[in-house]
């Protein structure tokens, strides 16, 4: 068995991190899942929330706001729609993802109410965390 994963994180903005990582813990729309070596194939989507990835180079979180991740036995890429390092995230920012995801919520019709409403509570779990 391998000791460590290949992991990568983009956005549509940059390339976050390229690291051989030892674990990746990744919140995914359906609950927080941790990539390890030798993980069986899987992929999932992400919801609002911190991803840490622990390597040799120490632990670093990045913010993620939705996108996908895709797991294999070598690696673990994820494709986040807005990803931000933790040390970068202000309290500014994560207010106005809430605002937004508030204001979501309330234009969105009935059959979508739900996902909007777990799109403004993962928020603010997010910033509880955040703290």
Known sequence: MADTLQFDLVSPERKLAS?????VLIPGSEGDM?????HAPTITTLRPGFLRVVSAEGTKEYLVTGG???ITQT??????EQAVPREEV?????DELHAKATEAHAVAPDEHKD?????VADIAATIETWV
């Open 19 to 23: 690291v051989q990582a030892s674990e």
């Open 34 to 38: 941790t990539a390890l070596p030798d």
């Open 68 to 70: 996908f991740a895709e």
């Open 75 to 80: 690696s673990a890429s994820v494709l986040a």
């Open 90 to 94: 202000t309290r500014e920012m994560l």
């Open 115 to 119: 996902l909007a409403a777990k799109a």
